[in-house]
């Protein structure tokens, strides 16, 4: 299957910080998704996101399938952006993979 | 509207017990799935449904045993779990398999 690897792992910010999440994958993918994980467990769509940019409020998000790798920018975080950060990809096949996650703590 | 609904929220129960999850959606999707998520962990594949049949099953033990009774409803059915079964369990559901995916809330699952 396709290997999908997030990083960095884990992520202290200040309050007010930008940051940048990477998602690396080993093999063609037919989309690609990002997604919050709150403390509560619910995944919330972030971005749909096979190819291209696109940009929702403070958040971004590109993808450069040629290359492999998607990356999610979080610009002015906030303590409500606390969570942790998933890509998951659809492979060839149509199996869907999770990649490792990122932890994200914004301190106030 | 985009949701996916999942009761019950917690469930707590014994290794002789046997209870079942249910996930519903009425976005018209065709595809449903099946995650276990442990902890600090990403989810996991068990079960996708497409067209309302079994698609794939990811060699999960037969203790889980889903069920998708219509389009829009699809059932875990659990016999026989062992504590290290407890884990949060997410269904979701697609337009189909390569679209995106939406999730619900998720059951939280404690076996005794």
């Known amino acids: 299957g396709i290997q999908v690897e997030q990083s960095p792992p884990d992520l202290i910010l200040q309050e007010g910080a930008n940051s940048t999440l990477r998602c690396n994958f080993s093999d063609s993918v037919n989309n690609l998704q990002w997604f919050h994980q709150n403390p509560w467990g619910q995944l919330i769509n972030l971005f749909y996101?096979?190819?291209g940019t696109k940009q929702n409020g403070r958040l971004s998000a590109t993808t450069v399938a040629t290359e492999r790798y998607s990356l999610l920018y979080i610009s002015s975080s906030q303590t409500t952006d606390s969570g942790v950060y998933f890509c998951a990809v659809v492979g060839v096949g149509n199996q869907f993979y999770f990649g490792t996650g990122t932890s994200l703590t914004v301190i106030p | 509207d985009t949701e996916v609904t999942q009761t019950p929220k917690h469930l707590v129960m014994g290794m002789t017990n046997k209870k079942s999850l249910k996930c519903e959606q009425h976005m018209g999707h065709r595809a449903m799935y099946w995650y276990k998520q442990k902890a600090k962990k990403p989810p996991e594949l068990m079960f996708v449904?497409?067209?309302?049949?079994?698609?794939i099953n990811e060699s999960v033990p037969s203790r889980f045993s889903p069920e998708c009774p219509n389009s829009s409803l699809l059932n875990l059915h659990l016999h026989a779990l062992q504590p290290e079964d407890s884990a949060l369990y997410l269904c979701a559901s697609s337009e189909g398999r390569m679209n995106e995916q939406f999730f619900g809330p998720g059951t939280r699952l404690t076996v005794l």
């Open positions: 996101i096979p190819s």
């Open positions: 449904y497409s067209y309302e049949k079994l698609s």
